[in-house]
């Protein structure tokens, strides 16, 4: 842009000294050399002015590089700020999910170890689980449990644990159910040897076919064996509880040998795991509640009607005492009005003169 400028006005010089020129040819000697002094100046003039121009451009130039060096450093740093932001943001969340990554390996670890102890505890389990005397006291202790849970530590208003019954033998433990259900006994069976050797894939088809049929037969004689000690005419119920501590067995039994409900259904037992035997004591623990809460509201009922007898009568003494006070307040207006009548003769005599010979009227007094 500036050397466009400047070539346009060198031509425009170059023009009027063309013009010039030819107007000296056309003019005496004296009017060429003033000419030729004004021409001279104007072309100072002009250079000057050149000049000038030249200087301010450049100026103008520099202040508008100066202006758009400065914007683009700022806009650099302005990028550089954000780019650190980005940065230090990611590497923010990448040292959190670092951290995060640790954590979570931590807890890998001790679930890890928590299994481990799991596959121990469940070996030691099994080990006690295969003889027969440690799963009668494995089940007692989860029938225990649950009683405690439900009703409470050593609550023998409402169960007892190894009952001894008049027929000389000893429940697991019963219920003192509100009537008509009565003492309930509930006693733990644990057939767990045939059921194994059923279910078991690798077995052959004969053998768990022999296991399949004395399963049944073991719970068989479990629920004749309950039917038979634990329920006692005017004694005990007129059923029994049979828990199942183990909730895959008595599944496999609900799912596949309903003829077993059946014959439980018939000798009076009924099969319960922890989980049903939870539900049946909670609704059981419900219906003794609402019973004491309906025995003690009939009592509060015939104290609340005592109470209103009582006030009934309170009333009464009260009517009376009033009436008596009411009486005792007239007696006292009229003392009152006496006093002041008698007060007002007083001062009628202390104001008298002894010279007026008045009498007294003690009889309106």
Not at 53 to 74: G, P, Q, V, W
Not at 78 to 86: A, G, L
Not at 124 to 144: A, Y
Request: aromatic content about 8%; overall charge neutral.
């Amino acid at each position: 842009m500036e050397y466009v400028i400047i070539g346009l006005l060198a031509l425009i010089l170059i023009i009027l000294i063309i013009i010039l020129v030819k107007t000296f040819k056309k003019k005496d000697h004296k009017d060429n050399l003033d000419m030729l002094e004004r021409l001279s100046r104007f072309e100072v003039n002009v250079t000057k002015e050149i000049g000038d121009f030249k200087s301010d451009l450049s100026k103008e130039i520099i202040s508008d590089f100066t202006k758009m060096d400065n914007a683009i450093e700022m806009r650099m740093d302005n990028i550089n700020k954000k780019v650190h932001e980005r940065i230090d943001q990611n590497f923010e969340k990448t040292n959190k999910t670092f951290n995060d990554v640790i954590t979570r390996l931590s807890k890998i670890d001790e679930a890890q170890k928590k299994i481990d102890n799991l596959s121990t505890d469940i070996l030691s389990l099994e080990s006690v689980l295969t003889d027969k005397k440690t799963r009668g006291i494995f089940g007692e202790v989860n029938l225990n449990n649950i009683l405690a849970n439900v009703f409470g530590e050593k609550n023998d208003k409402l169960y007892k644990l190894q009952y001894h019954l008049p027929n000389e033998t000893i429940a697991d433990s019963v219920i003192f159910a509100p009537n008509p259900l009565g003492l309930i006994a509930i006693d733990s069976k644990f057939p767990l040897e045939n059921y194994r050797i059923m279910v078991d894939k690798s077995r052959t088809d004969a053998e768990r076919t022999i296991a399949y049929k004395q399963f049944k037969s073991d719970v068989k004689k479990h629920i004749d064996a309950i039917s038979s000690k634990y329920i006692i005419p005017n004694v005990t119920s007129d059923s029994a509880m049979m828990f199942i501590p183990a909730e895959a067995i008595f599944a496999e039994i609900n799912a596949y040998h309903t003829d077993l409900i059946d014959y439980a259904y018939k000798k009076r037992v009924w099969l319960v795991s922890p989980t049903t035997l939870i539900s049946t004591l909670t609704m059981i623990l419900m219906v003794i509640q609402n019973m004491e809460r309906d025995k003690y509201a009939n009592i509060i009922h015939e104290e609340l009607n005592k109470l209103g007898l009582e006030f009934g009568r309170f009333k009464d003494r009260f009517d009376k005492l009033s009436r008596s006070i009411q009486t005792v307040n007239k007696d006292v207006e009229n003392f009152q009005i006496k006093t002041d009548k008698i007060k007002k003769k007083f001062d009628s005599i202390s104001n008298v003169e002894v010279n007026d010979e008045k009498l007294i009227d003690v009889e309106e007094v």
